[in-house]
């Protein structure tokens, strides 16, 4: 009923960037808080960052400072702007939302994941 579609992975230098999109789709009734988790090879699923529906934010230390996400509340779409990226944020990227349908209250979704590669 609610799909999570990441894009805009991919290999990148250390010290480059890489904006990733999250777009949601299906019978969405309202959007609240969105976010992106990461998953690096062999390590649990962490937290990156949040942004609620009035775009406030908040970020994993690890990040601050270099990451940024933003949200497009009439595409139903979040970004996350990554700068300064370093091989540590290798990782695949999910995107999560806690998304109200015309069919149930708020629960959590979750998109397929994105690989970032850094390269030192």
């Known amino acids: 009923q609610v799909q999570l579609v990441e894009s805009g992975g991919g290999l990148v230098q250390a010290g480059g960037s890489l904006r990733l999109s999250c777009a949601a789709s299906g019978s969405i009734r309202s959007i609240n808080a969105m976010g992106w988790y990461r998953q690096a090879p062999g390590k649990q699923r962490e937290w990156v960052g949040t942004i609620n529906r009035l775009g406030s934010t908040n970020y994993a230390d690890s990040v601050q400072g270099r990451f940024t996400i933003s949200r497009d509340n009439a595409k139903n779409t979040v970004y996350l702007q990554m700068n300064s990226l370093k091989p540590l944020d290798t990782g695949v990227y999910y995107c999560?939302?806690?998304?109200?349908?015309?069919?149930?209250?708020?629960?959590?979704?979750w998109g397929q994941g994105t690989q970032v590669t850094v390269s030192s």
């Open positions: 999560n939302g806690l998304i109200e349908t015309y069919y149930g209250g708020p629960r959590d979704y």
